[in-house]
Structure formats: structure tokens, C-alpha cells
């Protein structure tokens, strides 16, 4: 990581900012160290060249948002945490997730270490190895994706975030940094991009990624949790979140930060799937007062909806049909 980011990197307990400890040093680079808070002297490691401002009990590789709110450690797909939780009842799922809540709260601990192994592979694929294997390379590094094509909601989707004012983008949920990677690569203004990721061998994609475009020097990906994200207040320009709402438990929490964290004016521009993941899900589904409990995507008008309750206004919400026939929507939030 560069020292610059500091700017906009605040503790993930108090938001306050935090000074840096560095142990080694490349090129520029922060390659090991430790962040300490100014305020309240909680301490998060850099390890790999990546800031990881995470508690304890969030560092994870992706599992299903469903089991996750169910207080549930163990790895599961949607498939399968959608039979656990059809075997549960939802009476007994609601009472899991405010469990697994009242246990949340007590955990206040950041996470100072990080396995070894995760960093292997963090470190592993920041080389680039990984993303070379197989036809990896093909799929996943080719830049501008589906060049040209001015109908394809995805290249409207970027196009549209970097009409924003952009001296600072934060990217939210950034996956395995596809869509931050090509912000990174069409918008050449923009002076420092943040992406945060909880997934942490995906920081090295991300970061590789930034590497292969040439935008090392203003990028950033971060280990952290989109629902306590480890941003200052009011630092940053325009938020971006490519298809990753389905994939979070705690929504709610997750856009009032997106608020905290953006300047008055900002935008905070999504491209979602207009359902939920399954149908049981929706609003009106066979379990959608458990979706309301664990706080997950049921579907883009109560996103909407939620995101004016927390200060938002729409400016736009347009609809995409992709090419399986499933819907999409571009929204626009001005905060
Ligand atoms: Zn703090």
C-alpha cells in the first residue's frame, strides 16, 4: 500500500484515522507493517502490501449471505443454505439471526493476524500466477471488455461512473476486482480509487489487476467489511457496486456507510440484479420476514427504498434485459 491512502482509510471501530508502523518497504510500497488508530488505538496489520481493517469474526472467504445470518461458520452455497434454512422453518431461522447478532455486538476485537496460508495465496495471486492459469487470462484480463458496445448495460454502468465527479471511487464488495479494474483502466481522471473486499486472497487479483492496467500508483484494494467500512468520513466522491447486494447480509448497514463515507453531492451508482438471488426471498416470498431479519437483498424497490430512508435521493433507475432474460438495473444515489 502507498502512505497517500491514509487519507481515506479511517479504523473500522471509531472512524477515526490512523498512522502508520511500517516494517518493510518496497519500491514505495508498504509491504508489512501495522495501522494504529489515533483515537482509539485499535491496531490492523498490512500484510502482503494490503491494509486489512477487519474484527475478528469477519475475516471469511465468501459463503452464502443466507447461512451467514444465521450465525452458520461452516462454507455453504446458495443451494445448500437455502435447504438449511427451508429445514429450519423461518421462525427458527429469525431467532438464529438475532443470535447471531446479540453475538456480534459483543465482538469488538480487530483481527491482527492473518493465517499463513491466506497470505500464501494473497501473495500468490498479487503475482499474477493465478490470474495466467488455465484461460483465466482470456476471460478475466481483457481490457475494455466488449469494446464498442454502447448498448451493454455493463459499459454503461462505468461509462456512468465516470461522468461522476471523481477525485476519489470506492468500490464496494469488489469480488475479484473485475468491474473497479476497468473503472481503474476507462477512467483516467479519477486520483485514487479504493477497493474493499472481505475475501482476502482476492485483494491479490484486485491488486494484480490495477498492476496489469498500469494503475498501481492510485489503486488500492483494502480488506474490509462493507458493513463497518474502513473509510474516514466524507472522503469520498462516487461509490460503485457491481452485482455484489445479493451477496451481503446486513444491506441496511452497508448503505448507511456508503452515506457516511461519501461527500454531500456524492453519488453512489449500482448495477443489480432487479430480484433476489431466489424467489422465496422477495418481500412478498415464503421467507421474507427472514430476509427483513438478516437484512438481505429482496429486491431492487425496497433498495430503493431503504437507501432514501437513509438520506438518499434517486436520480435514476433505469432497467436492463441480459441476454438469459433476467433484469437489471442501473440506479443512481445522490447523497
Ligand atoms: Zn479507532
Known sequence: MRKA???YLGCPGCRSELAVEEKRKWKGDIRSGTLVCRNC???YPVTAGRPVLLWENAQREWTSPISEAMGIEEYRTIDQSMKELFSFGEKRAIELVR????????VFESLKSIPRSVVGKMKYRESGKWMKTGNRRERLLSFPWKDGDKTDSFNIFMQRIASTKTDSILDIASGGGFAVSHQAFVNTKVKQILAVERDLKSLGNIQYRFKYIGSESRSEAVGGD???LPV?????DTAMMLAALPEISGVTLMIREVFRVLKEGGAFVLLISEEPMV???RVDGEFGRFAAEADLYTGYKKFESDSELQGFSVESSLRFEDKRGRMRRLISLKK
Do not use: S
Open 41 to 43: 488505538g485499535l491496531e
Open 5 to 7: 491512502v491514509l487519507r
Open 232 to 236: 474516514r468520513t466524507e472522503v469520498i
Open 99 to 106: 443470535e447471531r447478532d446479540h453475538v456480534n455486538t459483543e
Open 226 to 228: 462493507v458493513r463497518k
Open 279 to 281: 424467489t422465496e426471498l
